[in-house]
């Protein structure tokens, strides 16, 4: 089955100690990107890659790592994490979209993530 | 910088009629995408229906359909014979064509509920 799969799904830590979300997808696609959910805030793009090696910053990228060594995986690290990134997290993915064509994101189950 | 506005947190429809959510956005670019999502309490997110910013036709896929007025940047998506599944979050979001870049931008939300 063709999916994008987030692990963990749910995430209780305390601030400082390092995390990472890994996002893994099936699709062979080009295209990864990280988004956080907050109520009121819609959803922000953290990161995005176009391909292995290539990353690039959303709107959103303070206190958040990405790697992308391998093209079906892109985890999200957190290498200090603070109460104000407890959020809920999206990771999704596409086929490569050139400037003027597009092609359909799709979206992981997402990860409920809690800083105390 | 690109922006998107949904200025109604909350809608409200009887079942079996008809409702439109709103989405407004700011913008330079002459070619871009516009989405509708819907997240349901299960928090999927789900692609409902994409504008092409060439294509003057608006876009329909089933009981959902768009006013697309470029020149107004107005994207609002109408949802016909409203159905109880229909209940969810609805997102609107802008993808902009400027080479090289691919992010995304999300409204912040308008939450639909259906009464039955």
């Known amino acids: 089955e063709a999916q994008v799969t987030q692990n963990p799904r749910y995430l209780i830590t305390v601030t400082g100690k390092k995390l990472t979300v890994t996002c893994s997808q099936n699709?062979?696609?080009?295209?990864m990107s990280w988004y956080r959910q907050d109520p009121g805030l819609g959803l922000r793009q953290i990161y995005y890659?176009?391909?292995?090696?290539?990353?690039d910053k959303g709107d959103v990228p303070e206190g958040y790592k990405v790697s992308r060594k391998e093209k079906r995986n892109f985890p999200l690290i957190l290498e200090s994490p603070s109460p104000n990134q407890t959020s809920l997290y999206f990771c999704?993915?596409?086929?490569?979209?050139?400037?003027?064509?597009?092609?359909?994101?799709?979206f992981g189950p997402g990860t409920r993530l809690t800083v105390l | 910088a690109q922006t998107v506005t949904q200025s109604q947190p909350e809608m409200s429809v009887q079942e079996a009629e008809t409702v439109t959510l709103s989405c407004t956005y700011d913008?330079?670019?002459?070619?871009?995408?516009l989405f509708w999502y819907k997240q349901p309490p299960s928090r999927q997110m789900i692609l409902v229906i994409r504008?092409?910013?060439?294509?003057?036709q608006n876009a329909t896929e089933n009981r959902f359909s768009v006013n697309f007025q470029k020149a107004a940047k107005s994207f609002s998506l109408k949802i016909s014979d409203s159905q109880l599944g229909d209940a969810a979050m609805y997102f609107c979001?802008?993808?902009?064509?400027?080479?090289?870049?691919?992010?995304?931008?999300f409204g912040t939300g308008t939450r639909l509920k259906v009464l039955a």
């Open positions: 913008t330079s670019e002459s070619d871009y995408y």
């Open positions: 999704a993915s596409s086929l490569r979209s050139s400037p003027l064509t597009y092609n359909e994101q799709f």
């Open positions: 979001a802008y993808r902009g064509t400027t080479s090289g870049t691919y992010k995304y931008i």
């Open positions: 504008q092409e910013a060439y294509k003057q």
């Open positions: 699709m062979n696609h080009e295209y």
């Open positions: 890659s176009m391909n292995v090696e290539v990353t």
